[in-house]
């Protein structure tokens, strides 16, 4: 019997400003063929002031899901019909799954962090200091704290969002928190162990911003050999600076780390994806 013709093709996304340079769809499109899924993947610049009308264009194209990546983690809940349980405990959104009619956020960001984390440093017993209090830090912090993380330090511009942060770690995963205002260049104290990246700093257009971090700080020096891991936009890089006793420390020495250890990362992603290894709720609900 033959095969019955069917031209129409279901429908993900991602969803950010800017988003030209995220390799999601290169990962999401090879899961797809290697699952035998006969569906896009499709990668949507929606800029702040349009994303309510980008989330109703897309049920009302009958998309599957899709992805939110910078700035509409947080923004998205609104136009949402509920949340899944790791979504709702963070307050931000990394993920739309459609279930029936409704479209339901849900949060991987944190998870995935942590496993690449783990690959490098286990957070259990560690003090960890996160940049950022967006919808990327929200995840990365509890999943952390639930890792076994006994200390995280906030340090963000707008003390508000960095309050909220620091009391939805307090309160719903009780791991001690700090807050600290990020007006100057943030010295890494003494008894830090891992420093992570979780702002929009690096992103295209600006890949040579770096945070205002001083590497000479304490935190850095001697024989603790901090990690460092970060993320920018949707392709995590799991490591950017290990700092190790004797190595020299300038900045100038720390930036050429940063973009060697940035390429080894999009190397392995590319590997990842032709080897057919990526994929995510969209995938795996259809097999």
Not at 76 to 82: N, S
Request: with cysteine.
């Amino acid at each position: 019997m033959s095969k019955v013709l069917n031209f129409k093709q279901e429908l993900t996304a991602c969803f950010g400003q800017p988003v030209s340079e995220n390799p999601t769809q290169v990962m999401m499109e090879a899961a797809y063929r290697h699952h035998g899924l006969d569906w896009r993947y499709l990668t949507i610049e929606v800029a702040p002031h349009d994303l309510a009308t980008g989330v109703a264009g897309a049920r009302a194209m009958g998309f599957r899901g899709f992805n939110c990546t910078i700035p509409h983690k947080v923004a998205v809940i609104a136009h949402l019909d509920g949340l899944g349980e790791s979504a709702s405990l963070m307050g931000a959104v990394n993920c739309v799954v459609r279930r029936g009619e409704k479209l339901i956020g849900e949060n991987t960001d944190g998870k995935g962090f942590v496993k690449s984390l783990k690959e490098l440093v286990d957070p259990t017993g560690k003090h960890a200091v996160i940049f950022g209090a967006g919808g990327a830090a929200r995840a990365i912090g509890v999943e952390v704290a639930l890792a076994g993380a006994t200390e995280i330090t906030i340090v963000n511009r707008s003390p508000s969002r960095g309050k909220e942060l620091a009391a939805l770690l307090t309160d719903k995963v009780r791991v001690k928190t700090n807050l600290v205002a990020w007006d100057q260049d943030y010295v890494v104290p003494e008894g830090v162990d891992i420093v992570i990246n979780a702002t929009s700093i690096g992103l295209f257009p600006d890949v040579d911003a770096r945070l205002a971090l001083d590497v000479n700080g304490p935190g850095l020096q001697g024989h603790r050999r901090p990690w460092h891991a970060g993320q920018s936009g949707d392709h995590r890089r799991p490591l950017l600076v290990r700092h190790r006793a004797g190595r020299r420390r300038d900045e100038k020495g720390a930036r050429r780390r940063l973009r060697r250890v940035d390429t080894v990362w999009k190397l392995r992603l590319a590997r990842r994806a032709s080897e057919g290894r990526a994929a995510n709720s969209f995938a795996r609900a259809s097999v």
